[in-house]
């Protein structure tokens, strides 16, 4: 094993040393300030062999896509209060999706999409005017030394 290390250490003196010769590596454009450095070994991995790609089927393909979705959450034991609704007909996407800040306010985003105006959204927050509960502390247990 001692042997290994000291015959790469021995090609790594001798490839530092500019004993043996190192092929030249350029990575595009030349850098505007020059840098000296001692030459560089290159290893050059196997070419990988290229897979064919699995693509979806013409017939899989729909030109007018429609979906509508929705999700409320009401947690009275956490406070968490969020929903989200949208739809989508064709290329044009419209949905709202409100929730509970972390400073008590109700963020509403209102938002479309389509190609002609590209991704549009109103935001607004207004003040919750019930104080959230959070969950009560569970009461501390003694603890006795001996």
Known sequence: MAFKYFAVLALVAAVSAGVLPVQQVYHGAAPAVAYAHAPV????APVAVAHPVLAKHDDEYDP???YKFGYDVQDALSGDSKSQVEERDGDVVRGEYSLIDADG??????YTSDPENGF????NRVPVDHVIKTVAPVAAVPVYHH
Do not use: G, L, Y
Not at 41 to 44: D, L, P, Q, Y
Not at 120 to 123: E, T
């Open 41 to 44: 070994a290159v290893a050059h």
């Open 64 to 66: 007018h896509p429609q």
């Open 105 to 110: 306010f109700k963020r509403t985003v209102q």
């Open 120 to 123: 549009n959204a109103v935001v």
